[in-house]
C-alpha cells in the first residue's frame, strides 16, 4: 500500500510537472504573438508615416509644377506620383522629369490623343493585343515582334504606337495600379523584322524586357491567371487587338 501511495505522489508530480510545462510553453506562444502583433503595428505605423510623407511630397511638388506649368493643373495626383516614385521622391528631380513630359506631350501628341488614323499601318500588322489582369490586378499586354514590318519613314508612326498602346494600358487600369505586364513575343523575328531605328525611338518612351523561358506556360501562371492568360500560351482568353479594347 505504502508503494502505492509513493507511485501515486509520483504521477501526481509528474503531472502536476507536465501542466506547469504545458503552462510555459502557452505564455511563451502568447508572448510571441504579442512581439508578432507589436512588430506588426510596427509596419503599419511605419507605412502610414511613409504614405503620409508621400502624400506632403505630391501637395509640394503639385503646387511647384502648376506654377511652372499650368496644364499640370489637369494631371491626378497618381501621375505626380509616378514620377515622384520614379526618382525615389526627390521633388526637384521629378519635377524636371514632370515638366520635360508635358513640354514633349504637347509637341508629340497636340491633339491630346493619338487617333488610330494616325497608326493605320502600324495597326494593320496586328502586333499588339490587350488581354485582362494579371493575379496583381496589372492589365497584360501581348506584343510580337516577328510581326513589325520597318517601312520608309515609321519611326515617328512606332513611337506613336507607343503613346496610343500606352493611352490604352492606362485607361484599362484598375484605380491605384502604377504597373502592366508585357509579354514580348519573338516567334517569327528575324532579318525582315529587325528594325533598329524603331526599336531605339520605342525605347526612349518605354523600355522592355524580353524574356526567353522554356517554361512559358508554367513562368506565366505564376502571375497571370488561366482565365486571363492568352490562349496561344495554353490560357483561355483569345487574343484581343489593342484598337479593339
Request: net charge negative.
Amino acid at each position: 500500500m505504502e508503494k502505492d501511495k509513493v507511485k501515486k505522489i509520483e504521477e501526481d508530480a509528474m503531472e502536476f510537472k507536465d501542466c506547469e510545462e504545458r503552462e510555459m510553453e502557452f505564455k511563451d506562444c502568447e508572448e510571441r504573438e504579442m512581439e508578432f502583433q507589436d512588430c506588426e503595428e510596427e509596419k503599419e505605423d511605419k507605412i502610414e508615416i511613409s504614405d503620409e510623407i508621400e502624400r506632403s511630397k505630391v501637395g509640394i511638388m503639385r503646387a511647384f509644377v502648376e506654377r511652372e506649368d499650368p496644364s499640370a493643373k489637369n494631371v491626378d495626383d497618381l501621375m505626380i506620383r509616378r514620377f515622384l516614385r520614379a526618382r525615389d521622391l526627390d521633388i526637384e528631380k521629378a519635377s524636371t522629369m514632370f515638366l520635360k513630359y508635358l513640354s514633349w506631350r504637347r509637341t508629340f501628341v497636340p491633339k491630346g490623343f493619338i487617333s488610330e488614323s494616325e497608326i493605320s499601318s502600324q495597326l494593320a500588322h496586328n502586333k499588339l493585343f490587350m488581354q485582362g489582369l494579371d493575379k496583381q490586378g496589372r492589365p497584360v499586354v501581348v506584343t510580337f515582334g516577328g510581326r513589325h514590318k520597318p517601312t520608309k519613314g515609321n519611326v515617328e508612326e512606332v513611337k506613336r504606337l507607343v503613346v496610343y498602346a500606352l493611352e490604352k494600358i492606362c485607361a484599362r487600369m484598375p484605380e491605384g495600379q502604377e504597373k502592366f505586364v508585357a509579354i514580348g513575343d519573338l516567334e517569327g523575328w528575324g532579318y525582315s523584322s529587325s528594325d533598329i531605328r524603331a526599336y531605339m525611338a520605342s525605347l526612349s518612351i518605354l523600355q522592355i524586357v524580353f524574356v526567353e523561358n522554356k517554361k512559358l506556360t508554367s513562368t506565366l501562371l505564376k502571375d497571370i491567371d488561366n482565365s486571363q492568360l492568352p490562349d496561344i500560351y495554353g490560357g483561355k482568353l483569345p487574343l484581343v487587338p489593342i484598337q479593339d479594347c
